[in-house]
């Protein structure tokens, strides 16, 4: 257990089923900043290191701006499947991206993990409103470069199953929203939303708290990897410990 503290980080190791895939560093459209050293053991590290801390609400876009980007206009915005991440591989999985606004207020940081000569690096990947398609008066061209996403989402295989899931179109798995996450099933539809940590549920003395992803790192699998690891950071105001799921 992590010592109390005034809110909640936890670490989630998150094997996501089978298959997602991945893209070299100089492949489809992202921008990804500079290396930096990753371990899952100095995510935990940095996980307990944030919990001695006093909670640091995240600064996101200003608000005058998020509150323009309401439902209606979220509809009207498409990422552009030239810059997905993965989207030539390796792996057969592209990844896209959701943008802030609505009810998704508060950036997500999403990084790539790659191997070097020194061991594994993670990369973050950069907000850019050049990756979705949307009209020129649309308020979401107000969100400044590198304000982070609202949360990702793995398409359908990109070599396979092409005749009938256009993976350009099709999707089957999202993280969007405080620690939720959900897939889609057999019959081709998006099943219960999971939770990657549940803080207080039902309690009649004090009220559920809702911790969010953070932070995703996507870990890039070989050549002809069909498997798919990804490391998340969540945090909120209350006391837990840190944990993975798979």
């Not at 919990?51 to 323009?68: C, F, H, K, W």
């Not at 107000?142 to 304000?147: T, V, W």
């Not at 309690?203 to 708290?209: F, G, I, K």
């Amino acid at each position: 257990m992590i010592d109390r503290r005034t809110f909640l980080v936890s670490v989630a190791a998150t094997a996501v089923l089978t298959g997602l895939g991945s893209r070299s560093s100089g492949s489809a459209g992202s921008t990804l900043k500079f290396h930096q050293s990753f371990s899952f053991d100095g995510l935990i590290n940095r996980a307990q290191e944030m919990a001695r801390q006093p909670y640091v609400v995240p600064v996101g876009p200003p608000n005058e701006i998020l509150d323009e980007i309401d439902y209606d206009a979220r509809a009207r915005i498409r990422f552009d499947t030239d810059a997905a991440l993965f989207a030539n591989g390796p792996g057969p999985y592209p990844v896209t991206f959701f943008i802030l606004g609505g009810l998704y207020r508060l950036p997500v940081r999403i990084y790539v993990v790659e191997e070097s000569q020194t061991g594994p690096t993670a990369r973050e990947i950069v907000y850019d409103a050049g990756y979705f398609e949307m009209g020129p008066d649309n308020p979401a061209r107000g969100l400044p470069k590198d304000s982070g996403f609202a949360g990702f989402r793995f398409q359908e295989s990109r070599v396979r199953n092409q005749t009938t899931l256009d993976w350009r179109n099709n999707d089957w798995a999202v993280f969007l929203g405080a620690s939720y996450f959900r897939a889609i099933g057999e019959l081709y539809q998006y099943g219960l939303s999971a939770r990657g940590v549940a803080i207080d549920t039902a309690l009649p003395d004090r009220p559920e708290e809702f911790p969010r992803f953070s932070e995703f790192y996507i870990e890039t699998p070989g050549a002809d990897g069909d498997n798919m690891v990804v490391y998340a950071l969540l945090d909120g105001p209350m006391p837990c410990c840190s944990l993975s799921i798979s």
